[in-house]
């Protein structure tokens, strides 16, 4: 059914055209700080959010509130973007569409952490976004980063406050819940992936000889995770089978706060993680 919905997307939006190069960049993302040559943060996050919000009423066509991008794909397709950038904002533009015509204000809501990287340092609390068009559209855009400033233990007392239950990713032992296969894995993640999901690792390992172009800038990807030891805590049974299938149930959303426990993969290991 999803595959059918992408389709539907495709080719009922003209305006998805915006994004062709999706198919055929014909290379993996250069790691880097620059998104020249790191075309996935852009294309497969920021810009599927920005079309969304400067299109939304041609959304309509889609038919149906329900309706999502793919949440997960082939090497080759790959993960359009994380689902808050994605379908969470999918969903809330199809749901409201018939309030959305003309004079409209939007917030865009969005998790960056000064403490992520040398360049999230420098963003803005709240700024106006890039889809902002007060003249042209009547659509005035502002950004909020609710935790800009937050450290990553806040993020987790938050989380433990309302019984907020992580990603599973978290619980069997990863430090970060990106791409599933994101360029700048480390090798012991890569390790993991090889563990859990041995036919995605070995389709990345054919695009490299299909491609000519390697996921890492300058080796391989057998080279790169060498023999690397994986980072994969199989203690919650739970959580791997969730990590496996991609299945939750509602009631694996929130549990009673005094239940929660720190997961394995927080502060990249230095507190419980297996890394």
């Not at 919905?5 to 939006?13: E, F, H, P, Q």
Request: charged share 25%; proline share 5%; glycine share 8%.
């Amino acid at each position: 059914m999803k595959t059918d919905v992408a389709k539907s997307v495709i080719c009922n939006l003209n305006w998805l055209n915006e994004l062709h190069s999706l198919g055929d960049v014909g290379k993996f993302p250069a790691k880097g700080g620059i998104h020249t040559g790191r075309w996935c943060s852009p294309q497969l996050k920021r810009e599927v959010a920005d079309n969304l919000i400067r299109h939304f009423n041609e959304l309509k066509e889609l038919g149906s509130p329900r309706h999502k991008f793919p949440a997960k794909g082939s090497s080759q397709s790959g993960r359009w973007c994380s689902g808050s950038l994605k379908a969470q904002i999918q969903d809330r533009v199809t749901v409201g569409l018939d309030n959305f015509s003309e004079n409209i204000n939007i917030l865009v809501v969005s998790g960056e952490r000064r403490g992520e990287s040398p360049g999230r340092a420098l963003y803005n609390e709240i700024e106006i976004h890039r889809t902002n068009a007060v003249a042209r559209a009547k659509r005035l855009v502002h950004q909020w980063r609710a935790v800009i400033d937050y450290s990553e233990r806040d993020i987790w007392a938050v989380l433990q406050r309302y019984g907020s239950v992580p990603h599973p990713c978290y619980s069997i032992g990863w430090s970060r819940c990106s791409c599933m296969m994101c360029i700048f894995s480390e090798p012991r993640h890569w390790a993991g992936i090889r563990e859990l999901f041995p036919d995605d690792y070995e389709k990345i390992r054919k695009d490299e000889i299909e491609l000519g172009f390697t996921i890492d800038n300058t080796r391989d990807l057998d080279t790169y995770v060498g023999d690397a030891q994986s980072c994969v805590d199989y203690s919650d049974d739970k959580a791997i089978r969730q990590t496996l299938t991609g299945e939750f149930e509602p009631t694996d959303i929130f549990i009673a706060p005094y239940l929660w426990r720190i997961p394995a993969g927080a502060f990249k290991g230095s507190g419980g993680g297996p890394c």
